[in-house]
């Protein structure tokens, strides 16, 4: 019994909480009756409950076509653990800025932590295509300032797009569609299968080296050497140059195994180029590296007049062991 109930309120309210508790048993499935016991738990003042069953709600109704009044009830779910989630954030934010800790003093990874709790971020879990590997953390972006090659090849980007320009001021002729056949990446965009508006040079690819672009530029070979690279015959590395028209998108997909991270550079980057790695979108800025888990659904747009290119590479995960790489070249060389 809440404080000032009446004998009669209370006895209500406990037969409504009996009649939806058997309404739940009936029909587990239920949208709607997930929705009323979560409106039930929201009037008894009871939110982490409320909490509960308007997200179970939701997962049910996620990808399902549901009669008119439940895709109302699924909306009034939505709307109403909005709400919830927004004042439970408000008197968090309150309760931390007493504490000496006001928003602007938040670390990133305990803003990305509160905004999860809010429901104002999506939690994006790696989901590789081919093979995962166990107790990794889930990242989307890295900080390169983590990687102590990671400066050197920022101070080289210069020269770097020396090179490129070099390349370009022989057109594009030598760059080929990324998307050529019957792949993951290509099951996503198959409207750029065969096209070069999202179009590559290989300086290597899965271990194979290209050898007139590696003697075109060699700074650049040279500097991607100084990164962590998987040697692995017919596997790894890869470091190509990414062209993305302009207009283009690349649709969200995810990579293949995640002991690898990706690594773009930044070369020739108009305004309006956006790079979302699962919640989170960033704009390249040229010369600063962006390192990312590519098992993490991710998507890129040229919304700009002009072509953008990127160099990319991948590096092995930091948390791997010397005996793990060994092991997984071992398993994966041809």
């Known amino acids: 019994m809440q404080p000032g109930d009446s004998v009669d309120q209370s006895l209500v309210r406990e037969g409504e909480e009996a009649e939806l508790g058997a309404l739940l048993a009936a029909e587990p499935d239920s949208v709607r009756a997930h929705v009323l016991m ?11 409950l409320a909490r509960y069953f308007y997200r179970a709600a939701l997962r049910l109704a996620e990808g399902r076509r549901l009669p008119h009044y439940e895709a109302d009830d699924a909306r009034r779910a939505e709307r109403r653990l909005a709400e919830i989630e927004s004042g439970a954030h408000a008197r968090r934010e309150a309760l931390l800025a007493e504490r000496g800790l006001p928003p602007d003093s938040w670390s990133p990874r305990f803003r990305h932590f509160l905004d999860l709790a809010a ?5 994006y879990a790696p989901q590789p295509t081919a093979f995962t590997y166990p107790e990794l953390a889930a990242r989307q972006f890295y900080d390169p300032a983590e990687f102590g090659w990671a400066a050197a090849v920022e101070a080289a980007a210069p020269a770097i797009r020396e ?17 050529q056949g019957s792949t993951v990446a290509g099951e996503a965009n198959r409207e750029l299968l065969g096209k070069k508006d999202w179009s590559i040079l290989p300086l290597c690819e899965n271990g194979w080296l290209s050898p007139d672009v590696v003697e075109r530029c060699p700074g650049t070979w040279e500097t991607v050497l100084q990164a962590p690279l998987p040697r692995i015959s017919g596997w790894g590395p890869t470091v190509v140059f990414s062209l993305l028209k302009a207009g283009a998108h690349i649709a969200a997909h995810t990579g293949m195994i995640n002991t690898r991270l990706i690594c773009h550079l930044p070369l020739i980057v108009p305004p309006g180029c956006r790079f979302r790695v699962g919640d989170e979108v960033r704009e390249w800025e040229e010369g600063k590296l962006l390192i990312f888990d590519d098992t993490i659904e991710h998507e890129a747009w040229n919304d700009s007049a002009e072509d953008r290119v990127v160099l990319i590479f991948d590096v092995w995960r930091p948390e791997l062991s010397e005996r793990e790489k060994y092991e997984l070249t071992a398993l994966f060389s041809d």
């Open 163 to 179: 090179e490129l320009l070099a390349l370009l001021g022989e057109g594009t002729d030598r760059f080929r569609a990324y998307i």
């Open 38 to 48: 979560g409106d039930f738990r929201a009037r008894s003042g009871e939110e982490d």
């Open 119 to 123: 429901g104002k971020r999506k939690l």
